[in-house]
């Protein structure tokens, strides 16, 4: 069964930070071929969004609120992908989803999967 494992959120304090890690399950990479990795927030009563994505080859692409206080980065041999948070600001405060998006092997489609979230509280 694929699953994705987000751990580290929790509460901090403004200019704190914070280190959210996925560790994805061997399964998925016998399923698809990874694409890209990625970290989404998702507050009361707003969309979902983007904050930071990685590529399989090390690309990194970054919601302007975040850019220049987050970092986005893998571990292909641990199968994780983590953020570092930074300077957090209390709108940083959220629900953040691990996703890992690829292609199926024997299959012409495109594969999306999530994390349950970790809650990442900021302070003032």
């Known amino acids: 069964q694929v699953q994705l494992v987000e751990s580290g959120g929790g509460l901090v304090q403004a200019g704190g930070s914070l280190r959210l890690s996925c560790a994805a399950s061997?399964?998925?990479?016998?399923?698809?071929?990874?694409?890209?990795m990625g970290w989404y927030r998702q507050a009361p009563g707003k969309q979902r969004e983007l904050v930071a994505s990685?590529?399989?080859?090390?690309?990194?692409n970054y919601a302007d609120s975040v850019k220049g206080r987050f970092t986005i980065s893998k571990d292909n041999a641990k199968n994780t992908v983590s953020l570092q948070m930074n300077s957090l600001k209390p709108e940083d405060t959220s629900v953040y989803y691990c996703?890992?998006?690829?292609?199926?092997?024997?299959?012409?489609?495109?594969?999306?999967?999530w994390g349950q979230g970790t809650q990442v509280t900021v302070s003032s």
């Open positions: 990685i590529t399989s080859s090390g690309n990194t």
């Open positions: 061997g399964s998925i990479f016998s399923i698809i071929r990874v694409n890209t």
């Open positions: 996703n890992v998006e690829g292609t199926p092997w024997f299959a012409v489609d495109i594969r999306r999967y």
